[in-house]
């Protein structure tokens, strides 16, 4: 029987391009997203359901889960894919923001797991992939609340990926490094207050550092990873896709607080 993929923020970038990929090598794929207009390119493909979900409506999980089923007769891999990026100094952020951060980097991954659980556990088997971040293991300047999601993802995978391997389920985080998509443009949110002098110094820095980052590497070799940990039948937890991903958080390891902080400092110009 073909395997199915459920992927969450599937109408650009890495969703997009995962939802291509699995495609291509014979899946099903219901591919959601909140405007399933988005998804007209990727519904002209054979075996692609593209349906409606936002990860902030409750109601819509169930729905898009129940779409899927219905159309294909089950899931066998979720993709927590759906993110969002708000960044700047704590002080110039709403709560509104700060809240939007959580619930749909965290609370919707939760919401969408958990809807998803009962189906592999009557089929005692499964595949949960969370796309995480370097941000998820590394803070970063004024990105307390980014990094924080991830970190949260980076924890709730670990802690899922014990009690659900005892029922046959896999728990999978894949890492991506900088990618040449349009998270930064469409997904990643600054915040700022002109009227917090303090801080207008560094949001200058910060910004001239930012800008000067390299493109960032091809989303097809994210997809090409998650298709790894979708697929390979191992009990690894951690995939990277990028080699800058995965020489940051091994840097982070082995220098210390102290030398590593610095670094960073240094290099934002902080």
């Known amino acids: 029987m073909d395997k199915t993929i459920l992927i969450t923020g599937a109408s650009s970038g890495i969703g997009k391009v995962t939802a291509q990929y699995f495609q291509d090598q014979g899946w099903n794929v219901i591919a959601t997203m909140r405007t399933p207009s988005d998804g007209r390119e990727l519904e002209a493909l054979q075996n692609v359901a593209v349906v409606e979900l936002d990860v902030l409506k409750v109601d819509s999980i169930g729905f898009a889960i129940n779409r899927g089923i219905e159309r294909f007769g089950g899931i066998d891999v979720l993709l927590n894919n759906a993110g969002y990026g708000a960044s700047g100094p704590l002080e110039a952020t709403t709560i509104e923001k700060i809240r939007r951060q959580f619930d749909t980097n965290v609370i919707g991954l939760l919401e969408v797991t958990k809807a998803v659980l009962?189906?592999?556990?009557?089929?005692?088997?499964?595949?949960?992939?969370?796309?995480?971040?370097?941000?998820?293991?590394?803070?970063?300047?004024?990105?307390?609340?980014?990094?924080?999601?991830?970190?949260?993802?980076?924890?709730?995978?670990?802690?899922?990926?014990?009690?659900?391997?005892?029922?046959?389920?896999?728990?999978?985080?894949?890492?991506?490094?900088?990618?040449?998509?349009?998270?930064?443009?469409?997904?990643?949110?600054?915040?700022?207050?002109?009227?917090?002098?303090?801080?207008?110094?560094?949001?200058?820095?910060?910004?001239?550092?930012?800008?000067?980052?390299?493109?960032?590497?091809?989303?097809?070799?994210?997809?090409?990873?998650?298709?790894?940990?979708?697929?390979?039948g191992s009990s690894q937890l951690r995939y990277f896709a990028g080699e800058d991903a995965e020489k940051l958080i091994s840097m982070r390891s082995s220098l210390g607080d102290a030398v590593f902080l610095q670094g960073i400092r240094a290099q934002f110009g902080f």
């Open 118 to 232: 009962p189906h592999f556990r009557a089929a005692k088997d499964g595949v949960v992939i969370n796309v995480s971040s370097p941000a998820g293991r590394v803070g970063f300047p004024f990105s307390s609340l980014y990094c924080g999601s991830k970190f949260a993802v980076e924890g709730i995978s670990e802690a899922l990926w014990f009690e659900l391997a005892a029922i046959g389920i896999s728990v999978k985080i894949v890492t991506p490094g900088r990618m040449a998509t349009d998270f930064s443009d469409r997904s990643f949110d600054f915040n700022n207050d002109v009227e917090l002098n303090e801080y207008q110094g560094l949001v200058e820095k910060f910004s001239e550092v930012r800008n000067k980052f390299p493109a960032g590497g091809s989303p097809q070799l994210v997809a090409e990873v998650i298709y790894q940990a979708a697929t390979d």
